[in-house]
């Protein structure tokens, strides 16, 4: 299916639906008002506006509009409403000008030979047929010849007759979208046939919008969820003024609720794939179930069903392995009653087979993983490079210490909240930001006494900062300069001797505590380039997070990472999908890293695989992570 152009918008494909604000006849004649209409609209946030323009005498035979009362009775209020409410040529200039002037496309539908004439000097982005003019294919190649697309409403009419405009549509090679439409102002729920959409796509295979004259918005909602790539509804000012289409019309505050909800669907809809998003990964963990010993099991028992059960929290192996487990001997070690039972204790080689492999690999960067002190242990026989402690907040509260010493170098990566506080260093109230000041002092604290147990505890180590600039109801964009200004003041009272604060670009929308946050700050790659190099802070690159923001706000991530990496100092890597698929494994996301792997391995940066979860079952993802991009780049 083909996209097509808009002025500088895209229509048809993944783009978001088009927008019309149909003003119509709704402005009665009057320019102050159509203005307002179109303030209203903008506010709304549409794509573009619409008007028509008809030439009366041009476009009904001589002695109809002379003896306007003959008409049936609706014919004679539509046409009396019409001849009150047309626009001046020298008003339709000045509305399209008014439009330009506000960021708006301006569009017209014209209603005869002469209109289109007229029209055609305003160098509109595309002309709209209406239905009742869809079989006119005079005007419609008339309209062609303007090389601009066309929007066509197929209302009040007969499939055979679509399949005839569609035939003569081709012929003549113009651009076009087709609007399901039902002509009766306001239409019948009962009368609107929706799934007519879906029948118009598969048969003609072209881009289809819908044209709603139905009450309120949840049809228009229905239409763009059912593949509708433009939308068409009528604006007043208010729904009892006289004229045939207030009726059908939505006020402004409906009219920005409209446009919210279709952006909130398109949302929704995402894509035709099935992985756990960044707040359900949360949820399973602590909702699901894991396989675990209903007693004391010692090496050398074989597993019956009656020695094991499901049980929260999914930390453990996943239920749906239960049968590979019963019926094989336990070969590493006794399991406590109620331990995870997990794949290395019934086959050696889950655990150390990614090892080995990995040791004959010419890993040519520095990688290391992600632990925390309660599970290090278990994952050293990976021979990382070096280890990256994420501290928590009971880690931090509880000052646990430890004796150990590592042979391995250190990196550390802040703490996200304190109990129910999300750590905001950019925090608008600084309340909020004194006590995420307070309490990362407390977590450098305990880092340096981290850094005496492991190798380069005599040298700077990298310290990963979350900059904060979220906000749970929206994304306080215009506030960006605030909140890094805020940033570097929080970032200078943090008592880093003997650590390097790497600031980390984040997504655009975080998940903390299981719920959604709008980020504002440090996302945006010429930004945080800017904020490194006036301040000297080296930056922690997630790909993912870099990712998820191109995909939100319509980057090119190969380009954002050429643009971010003179100022990176770290990198933290896995995949990333649509909005919020974050930290998955290498492969299983969007992320093209054939491209971005070849500008990274450029760089002698350490690489630290983040995938989500991956330190279950002695870090088996994290490895098949290094593995992976070992494949996709020889030069890793």
Known sequence: MREIKIGNKKVGGNNPAYIIAEIGLNHQGDVGLAKRLIDYAIEAGVDAVKFQKRSLKDGYRSGTLEN????????????????????SNRDMKKLRDYSLSRGVDFLCTPWDETSLKFLSSMNLPAYKIASADMVNFR??????????????????????????????LEKIKVEYVLLHCNGTYPAPYHDINLKFIEAMRAKFNCNVGYSGHEQGIAVSLAAVSMGAKLIEKHLTLDRNMPGPDHKASLEPGEFCELVKQIRNVESAMGEPVRYPSRGEFLNREILSKSIVAVRNLKKGSVLKYSDVELRSPGKGTNPLKLNFFIGKKLIKRDVPKHDYLLESDIDLMSGELHSQILRGLPIKHRWGLVARMSDIDTLLHHKPSFVEIHLTDSDINQNKTYSAKYDYDLTVHGPEYNGDLLLNLSSLDENIRQKSIDFFNKALAHARELKKLFRNRNKIVKFVVHPGGMNMESALLDKIPELNKNLLRSLKKLKSQGFELLPENMPGLAWYFGGQWHQASFMDADEIVKFSKKTGYGITFDTSHAALYCNLYGKNLEEYTKKILPVVKYIHISDGAKFNGEGLQIGDGSIDFKRILAHLVKSDLWFLPEIWQGHKFGGESFIKAIKNLKSIDSNF
Not at 82 to 87: A, D, N, V, Y
Request: charge should be negative; hydrophobic fraction near 40%.
């Open 68 to 87: 306007i009362e003959k008409e049936e009775h609706g014919g004679h209020y539509l046409l009396q409403h019409i001849q009150k409410s047309e626009l």
């Open 139 to 168: 005007l419609i190649h008339e309209a062609s010849k303007l090389k601009k697309p066309l929007i066509i409403s197929t209302g009040m009419s007969f499939m055979s007759e679509i399949e005839s405009l569609v035939d003569f």
